[in-house]
């Protein structure tokens, strides 16, 4: 069973950092694009950031670029996003999500994503 959990979620005070981890079970990561998406009360979920495969193709929203990174371990089974700088209107529930067709590319589509994982809540506030 494909199973994605994310963790790193937490309460930082604007300006602080936050690391958050998709650790994926019962698949291997490496085959998949993985992407971070993020949903604040009332809006729709929104891409932050994918990673491709192998990691030759890195997108991330125009809000965050400049102040999070993404990255893999694929001998952890892991996909990492580091979020620097932290703003209020960074705060939601971050979600990953991977898929496995055209692997070699991602974007920020969420309709381009099969698996999903249950999300972990960041809090940006003083």
């Known amino acids: 069973q494909l199973q994605l959990v994310e963790s790193g979620g937490g309460l930082v005070q604007p300006g602080g950092s936050l690391r958050l981890s998709c650790a994926a079970s019962?698949?291997?990561?490496?085959?998949?694009?993985v992407g971070w998406f993020r949903q604040a009360p009332g809006k729709e979920r929104e891409g932050v950031s994918c990673i491709s495969l192998r990691g030759g193709s890195i997108k991330h929203a125009d809000s965050v670029k400049g102040r999070f990174t993404i990255d893999r371990d694929n001998a952890k089974n892991t996909v990492y996003l580091q979020m620097n700088s932290l703003k209020p209107e960074d705060t939601g529930v971050y979600y990953c999500?991977?898929?496995?067709?055209?692997?070699?590319?991602?974007?920020?589509?969420?309709?381009?994503?099969?698996?999903w994982g249950q999300g972990t809540q960041v809090t940006v506030s003083s």
């Open positions: 019962g698949f291997r990561l490496d085959y998949y694009r």
């Open positions: 999500a991977a898929d496995n067709s055209f692997a070699h590319i991602c974007g920020l589509n969420r309709a381009d994503f099969r698996s």
